[in-house]
C-alpha cells in the first residue's frame, strides 16, 4: 500500500546514487580533501560540464573554492570501506584525508591543486567554473579537462563501463550500498 511520505523522502527515492570520492589540494596548506558525494550529475556535453552538490558545512566546501579544481574519482566496490570512511569523518582534523582513508594520493594531471588517488579505476579532474548556493547545499560545476579510465574496467572506444569487469558503488541509504552485476 502506497502511503503518504514527508516531502524529504524524495532524497531517498531518487536513489541509488552512483557515488564518488571527491579530491582536491588546498592551496592555502597544501591539506588533501577527499569526500563522499553522491549527489553529482553530467550537466552539459558541450561544453563538458559535470556538477556536484556539497553542503557549506563540509570542510571540502572551501577547499574546493579556494582550489578552483576538483577531482571526480570512479572507485570499485573493492574500496567501499575507504569512501564509508571519508564520508563519516570530516578532513579538518587531517592534513591528508586521502592517506587517513587508506588511500593513495596521486598528482592530478591539469593543475597543481589536482590531485587523485591510485586506488581509482577512473578519474576525471574539472576546473571550476560557477558555484551557486542552492537552498541549503552549494553546486559546484566544473569543466571537465581530463578524464583517465582503467580499459580493464571502461570501454574506451564505446565509452561505457564494461559490466562484466567494474563493480562500482552506489549509494542506497544511509550504511547501504548497491553494485552492478
Ligand atoms: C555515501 C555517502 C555519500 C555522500 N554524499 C554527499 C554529497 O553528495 N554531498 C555532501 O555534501 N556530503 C555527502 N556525504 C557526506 C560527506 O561525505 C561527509 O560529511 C564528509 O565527512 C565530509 O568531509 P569533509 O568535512 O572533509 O568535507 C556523503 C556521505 C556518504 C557516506
Known amino acids: 500500500m502506497r502511503t503518504k511520505c514527508d516531502t524529504n523522502a524524495f532524497i531517498g527515492l531518487s536513489g541509488p546514487h552512483p557515488t564518488f570520492l571527491v579530491t582536491v589540494n588546498d592551496p592555502r596548506n597544501n591539506n588533501k580533501a577527499a569526500i563522499a558525494v553522491a549527489w553529482a550529475t553530467p550537466l552539459s556535453v558541450k561544453p563538458p560540464l559535470f556538477g556536484i552538490v556539497i553542503s557549506p558545512n563540509k570542510a571540502t566546501n572551501d577547499m574546493i573554492k579556494e582550489a578552483g579544481v576538483f577531482t571526480v574519482n570512479v572507485l570499485p566496490l573493492d574500496s567501499i570501506d575507504e569512501v564509508w570512511w571519508a564520508g563519516t ?10 592517506a587517513a582513508a587508506g588511500l593513495t594520493e596521486v598528482p ?9 588517488v ?3 579505476i577512473a578519474s576525471f579532474e574539472c576546473k571550476l567554473m560557477n558555484v551557486i548556493p542552492i537552498g541549503n547545499h552549494t553546486l559546484f560545476i566544473g569543466r571537465v579537462v581530463s578524464v583517465d579510465a582503467d580499459e580493464e574496467y571502461f570501454d574506451i572506444k564505446k565509452g561505457a563501463w564494461n559490466p562484466e569487469t567494474a563493480r562500482l558503488i552506489y549509494h542506497l541509504a544511509s550504511g547501504a550500498f548497491l553494485t552492478n552485476c
Open 89 to 98: 569523518h570530516t578532513g579538518r582534523q587531517y592534513e591528508n584525508k586521502i
Open 118 to 120: 591510485q586506488e581509482a
Open 108 to 116: 592530478g594531471r591539469s593543475d597543481k591543486n589536482a590531485t587523485s
